[in-house]
Protein backbone atom coordinates (compact mmCIF):
# COMPACT_ATOMS: atom_id res chain seq x y z
CA UNK A 1 0.00 0.00 0.00
CA UNK A 2 1.26 3.22 -0.90
CA UNK A 3 2.33 5.87 2.46
CA UNK A 4 3.83 5.43 4.86
CA UNK A 5 4.03 2.59 7.24
CA UNK A 6 6.47 2.30 10.51
CA UNK A 7 7.41 -1.59 11.93
CA UNK A 8 7.20 -2.84 15.13
CA UNK A 9 3.96 -1.02 16.12
CA UNK A 10 4.67 -2.11 19.13
CA UNK A 11 7.79 -2.90 21.21
CA UNK A 12 9.35 -3.97 24.51
CA UNK A 13 12.61 -3.94 25.53
CA UNK A 14 15.17 -4.20 28.34
CA UNK A 15 17.33 -1.65 29.76
CA UNK A 16 20.55 -1.68 27.41
CA UNK A 17 19.47 -3.56 24.84
CA UNK A 18 19.59 -1.93 20.82
CA UNK A 19 16.36 -1.83 19.02
CA UNK A 20 15.73 -0.15 15.60
CA UNK A 21 12.68 1.37 14.59
CA UNK A 22 11.45 1.01 10.91
CA UNK A 23 10.15 3.60 8.61
CA UNK A 24 9.27 3.06 5.12
CA UNK A 25 7.55 5.34 2.65
CA UNK A 26 6.51 5.00 -0.77
CA UNK A 27 6.17 8.86 -2.06
CA UNK A 28 9.92 9.48 -2.77
CA UNK A 29 9.68 12.38 -0.36
CA UNK A 30 12.95 13.92 0.22
CA UNK A 31 12.74 15.15 3.33
CA UNK A 32 11.89 12.68 6.99
CA UNK A 33 11.66 13.23 10.30
CA UNK A 34 12.01 10.84 13.84
CA UNK A 35 9.64 12.94 16.36
CA UNK A 36 8.91 11.28 19.74
CA UNK A 37 5.79 11.98 21.72
CA UNK A 38 5.93 12.19 25.37
CA UNK A 39 3.27 13.47 28.19
CA UNK A 40 3.28 16.82 28.82
CA UNK A 41 5.57 17.59 25.79
CA UNK A 42 3.65 17.14 22.61
CA UNK A 43 5.96 16.01 19.45
CA UNK A 44 10.22 16.79 19.70
CA UNK A 45 12.44 16.23 16.65
CA UNK A 46 15.19 13.57 17.33
CA UNK A 47 16.67 13.72 13.57
CA UNK A 48 15.74 14.31 10.30
CA UNK A 49 17.35 13.62 6.54
CA UNK A 50 17.34 16.22 3.73
CA UNK A 51 17.86 13.12 1.41
CA UNK A 52 19.45 9.71 1.27
CA UNK A 53 23.17 9.98 3.19
CA UNK A 54 21.97 13.83 4.37
CA UNK A 55 20.69 13.49 8.02
CA UNK A 56 21.18 15.85 11.30
CA UNK A 57 19.97 16.48 14.79
CA UNK A 58 17.09 17.82 15.65
CA UNK A 59 16.17 19.11 19.42
CA UNK A 60 16.26 15.64 21.13
CA UNK A 61 19.19 13.21 19.33
CA UNK A 62 20.88 12.24 22.43
CA UNK A 63 21.16 8.15 22.65
CA UNK A 64 19.81 7.82 19.06
CA UNK A 65 21.58 7.13 15.69
CA UNK A 66 19.82 7.10 12.19
CA UNK A 67 20.70 6.22 8.88
CA UNK A 68 19.02 6.86 4.99
CA UNK A 69 20.58 4.70 2.45
CA UNK A 70 17.57 4.72 0.70
CA UNK A 71 15.37 7.44 -0.04
CA UNK A 72 12.50 5.44 0.94
CA UNK A 73 13.89 4.00 4.51
CA UNK A 74 14.80 6.19 7.59
CA UNK A 75 15.33 3.36 10.77
CA UNK A 76 15.69 4.99 14.00
CA UNK A 77 18.12 2.69 16.25
CA UNK A 78 18.42 3.01 19.65
CA UNK A 79 22.12 2.14 20.55
CA UNK A 80 21.70 1.13 24.21
CA UNK A 81 17.78 1.85 25.33
CA UNK A 82 17.02 3.41 28.59
CA UNK A 83 13.87 3.95 30.25
CA UNK A 84 13.83 7.60 29.79
CA UNK A 85 13.36 6.61 25.66
CA UNK A 86 10.18 4.90 26.65
CA UNK A 87 7.84 6.88 24.01
CA UNK A 88 5.80 6.82 20.80
CA UNK A 89 7.66 7.40 17.67
CA UNK A 90 6.43 9.03 15.03
CA UNK A 91 8.47 8.96 11.24
CA UNK A 92 7.08 11.95 9.05
CA UNK A 93 8.05 12.93 5.56
CA UNK A 94 7.79 15.29 2.85
CA UNK A 95 8.57 17.01 -0.34
CA UNK A 96 10.72 19.55 0.65
CA UNK A 97 11.83 21.46 3.97
CA UNK A 98 10.45 24.64 2.65
CA UNK A 99 7.43 26.16 1.96
CA UNK A 100 3.85 24.83 3.48
CA UNK A 101 4.62 21.54 2.03
CA UNK A 102 2.39 18.78 4.47
CA UNK A 103 3.93 16.52 6.80
CA UNK A 104 2.84 12.72 6.14
CA UNK A 105 2.84 10.83 9.09
CA UNK A 106 3.40 7.00 9.94
CA UNK A 107 1.05 5.12 12.29
CA UNK A 108 3.28 5.46 15.50
CA UNK A 109 5.49 3.19 17.21
CA UNK A 110 4.71 2.73 21.14
CA UNK A 111 8.24 1.84 22.50
CA UNK A 112 8.34 0.41 26.17
CA UNK A 113 11.77 0.32 28.08
CA UNK A 114 11.79 -2.12 31.18
CA UNK B 1 14.19 29.41 18.78
CA UNK B 2 10.17 29.15 17.97
CA UNK B 3 8.21 27.89 20.70
CA UNK B 4 4.41 26.99 20.69
CA UNK B 5 1.82 27.48 23.33
CA UNK B 6 -1.81 25.87 23.65
CA UNK B 7 -2.66 26.60 26.90
CA UNK B 8 -5.68 24.72 27.46
CA UNK B 9 -5.10 21.21 28.23
CA UNK B 10 -8.33 19.76 27.83
CA UNK B 11 -11.81 21.23 26.54
CA UNK B 12 -15.42 19.87 26.54
CA UNK B 13 -17.64 20.98 23.52
CA UNK B 14 -21.53 19.57 23.36
CA UNK B 15 -22.03 17.71 20.10
CA UNK B 16 -23.56 20.24 17.27
CA UNK B 17 -21.82 23.52 19.30
CA UNK B 18 -18.77 25.48 18.40
CA UNK B 19 -15.29 25.05 20.52
CA UNK B 20 -12.64 26.98 19.66
CA UNK B 21 -8.99 25.94 20.80
CA UNK B 22 -6.26 28.07 21.33
CA UNK B 23 -2.79 28.43 20.46
CA UNK B 24 -0.07 31.44 20.45
CA UNK B 25 3.26 30.57 19.31
CA UNK B 26 6.66 32.96 19.60
CA UNK B 27 9.07 33.99 16.36
CA UNK B 28 11.25 36.38 15.00
CA UNK B 29 10.46 35.43 11.65
CA UNK B 30 8.42 36.45 9.14
CA UNK B 31 7.02 33.62 6.76
CA UNK B 32 6.37 30.88 8.07
CA UNK B 33 3.70 28.02 7.88
CA UNK B 34 0.61 27.15 11.21
CA UNK B 35 -0.98 23.78 11.59
CA UNK B 36 -3.50 22.10 13.33
CA UNK B 37 -3.11 18.34 13.53
CA UNK B 38 -5.76 16.03 14.63
CA UNK B 39 -4.68 12.95 16.93
CA UNK B 40 -7.83 10.23 17.59
CA UNK B 41 -7.39 7.62 19.99
CA UNK B 42 -5.57 5.49 16.94
CA UNK B 43 -2.64 7.70 17.55
CA UNK B 44 -2.42 8.69 13.50
CA UNK B 45 -1.44 12.58 13.16
CA UNK B 46 -3.98 13.91 10.72
CA UNK B 47 -3.98 17.18 9.11
CA UNK B 48 -7.00 19.13 9.76
CA UNK B 49 -5.69 22.57 8.47
CA UNK B 50 -2.79 25.08 7.34
CA UNK B 51 -2.33 28.40 7.21
CA UNK B 52 0.30 30.39 5.66
CA UNK B 53 1.98 33.50 7.09
CA UNK B 54 1.80 35.88 4.29
CA UNK B 55 -1.33 34.97 3.41
CA UNK B 56 -4.39 37.83 5.52
CA UNK B 57 -7.21 34.94 4.65
CA UNK B 58 -8.21 32.66 7.71
CA UNK B 59 -8.02 29.28 6.66
CA UNK B 60 -11.27 26.97 6.28
CA UNK B 61 -11.47 23.83 5.45
CA UNK B 62 -15.29 22.28 5.82
CA UNK B 63 -16.58 22.91 9.74
CA UNK B 64 -12.93 23.65 10.68
CA UNK B 65 -11.58 27.07 10.15
CA UNK B 66 -9.05 29.58 12.01
CA UNK B 67 -8.47 32.82 13.67
CA UNK B 68 -4.86 34.23 12.54
CA UNK B 69 -3.59 36.77 14.32
CA UNK B 70 -0.08 37.31 12.85
CA UNK B 71 0.24 40.82 15.02
CA UNK B 72 -0.68 38.92 18.50
CA UNK B 73 1.07 35.48 17.02
CA UNK B 74 -2.32 33.48 17.57
CA UNK B 75 -3.70 31.03 15.76
CA UNK B 76 -6.87 29.49 17.12
CA UNK B 77 -8.78 26.65 15.54
CA UNK B 78 -12.81 26.90 15.33
CA UNK B 79 -14.54 23.76 15.05
CA UNK B 80 -18.65 24.27 14.36
CA UNK B 81 -21.13 22.10 14.60
CA UNK B 82 -19.04 19.34 16.47
CA UNK B 83 -19.01 15.85 16.11
CA UNK B 84 -18.40 12.59 18.23
CA UNK B 85 -15.54 11.64 16.10
CA UNK B 86 -13.66 15.16 16.61
CA UNK B 87 -12.81 13.67 19.78
CA UNK B 88 -9.23 14.00 20.22
CA UNK B 89 -6.29 15.30 21.20
CA UNK B 90 -5.43 18.45 18.63
CA UNK B 91 -1.77 19.77 18.29
CA UNK B 92 -0.63 23.27 16.79
CA UNK B 93 2.72 23.16 14.67
CA UNK B 94 4.91 25.97 13.66
CA UNK B 95 7.10 25.30 10.28
CA UNK B 96 9.42 27.94 9.30
CA UNK B 97 9.51 28.49 5.45
CA UNK B 98 13.56 28.98 5.53
CA UNK B 99 15.05 26.20 3.87
CA UNK B 100 18.12 26.59 4.91
CA UNK B 101 19.97 26.30 8.31
CA UNK B 102 19.45 23.53 11.39
CA UNK B 103 16.34 21.51 11.73
CA UNK B 104 15.33 21.96 7.98
CA UNK B 105 11.38 21.70 7.60
CA UNK B 106 10.52 20.61 11.08
CA UNK B 107 7.46 21.01 12.75
CA UNK B 108 7.41 22.61 16.08
CA UNK B 109 4.78 21.35 18.30
CA UNK B 110 2.36 22.50 21.36
CA UNK B 111 1.88 20.53 23.84
CA UNK B 112 -2.04 19.49 22.54
CA UNK B 113 -4.98 19.70 23.78
CA UNK B 114 -7.58 17.08 24.47
CA UNK B 115 -11.28 18.07 23.28
CA UNK B 116 -13.87 15.38 24.24
CA UNK B 117 -17.57 15.85 22.75
CA UNK B 118 -20.36 14.95 24.32
CA UNK B 119 -23.31 13.58 23.34
Known amino acids: DAGITQSPRYKITETGRQVTLMCHQT?????MFWYRQDLGHGLRLIYY???????DKGEVPDGYVVSRSKTENFPLTLESATRSQTSVYFCASSESAGGGRTQYFGPGTRLTVL | AQTVTQSQPEMSVQEAETVTLSCTYDTSESDYYLFWYKQPPSRQMILVIR??????QNATENRFSVNFQKAAKSFSLKISDSQLGDAAMYFCAYRSARNYGGSQGNLIFGKGTKLSVKP
Open chain 1, 49 to 55: SAAADIT
Open chain 1, 27 to 31: WSHSY
Open chain 2, 51 to 56: QEAYKQ
